[in-house]
């Protein structure tokens, strides 16, 4: 947890994938929780961050994914 203390947590993973010419910061609602520290993340960048192990399999195969539809250029 971002306080470092132990909770019951859930994981919902969601991965979302967009263009946007002029992004901005994302508007979050859930003041203090752990969304409270969502960002969207570059896809020149997502790779130097820290993920689990799980995660990073899933975003690796999201990202392949992408390339080969054509949705993100090679």
Known sequence: SPSRVVE???AVRIIYA???A???D???HDEGGTTA???WVPLDR???M???TGARVLLD???RDLVHSGLVPR
Request: charged content about 10%; aromatic content about 12%; glycine content about 0%.
């Open 37 to 39: 520290a969502a960002v």
């Open 8 to 10: 019951d947590f859930h």
């Open 46 to 48: 997502w790779a130097r």
């Open 50 to 52: 820290a993920w689990s």
């Open 26 to 28: 994302p508007v979050v």
């Open 18 to 20: 967009a263009s946007c």
């Open 61 to 63: 195969r999201h990202l």
């Open 22 to 24: 002029a992004p901005t």
